[in-house]
């Protein structure tokens, strides 16, 4: 999978900025749909990393109404609680369930955060129809260069 990673971003570097262009929306950031195209077989890591996002965005949302949290502040916050937040997943998976299977993780380190940053900046319905479009279509892509070597 690791091996088809930068193309896979190179053709989610694409078709992000073709929907923004053309839709005007952003598709979670310009890495995310390349790296949620490779792990569309596999669910339970696409709606862990979901979740991430969604819980980082929330924690943000909700600091924002005690302190300020704006500009700068607010994407570093976003990429760093999303990095925590995906950390306490991945530990809790791994460790306090061990029924689960260790393959049940959120996908890379800043995802969720830039998945939060997007949801927060564009609205949680666009920027889910878009980033599942735009993963789609990558992933299209994908099956039609490489063909049933990817997995």
Do not use: K, N
């Not at 792990?39 to 600091?63: D, K, M």
């Not at 924002?64 to 950390?87: A, F, P, Q």
């Not at 049940?104 to 900046?121: C, E, H, K, N, S």
């Amino acid at each position: 999978m690791t091996e088809f990673l930068p193309l896979s971003v190179g053709i989610g570097l694409a078709v992000s900025l073709l929907f923004t262009e053309l839709f005007g929306l952003a598709a979670g950031g310009m890495i995310v749909p390349g790296y949620l195209a490779l792990f569309l077989t596999r669910p339970v890591e696409v709606l862990l990393t979901l979740a991430a996002g969604f819980v980082t965005f929330a924690i943000v949302h909700a600091l924002s109404s005690i302190m300020i949290v704006y500009g700068r502040r607010r994407t570093v916050l976003m990429i760093l609680l999303g990095y925590l937040v995906g950390t306490l997943i991945r530990w809790a998976t791994r460790d306090l369930t061990p029924e689960i299977p260790d393959d049940y993780t959120v996908i890379g380190f800043i995802i969720p955060g830039l998945i939060a940053i997007w949801l927060d900046r564009q609205g949680v319905f666009q920027t889910l129809c878009s980033l599942v479009t735009a993963s789609v279509v990558v992933r299209l892509f994908l099956v039609i260069f490489v063909g049933t070597e990817l997995h």
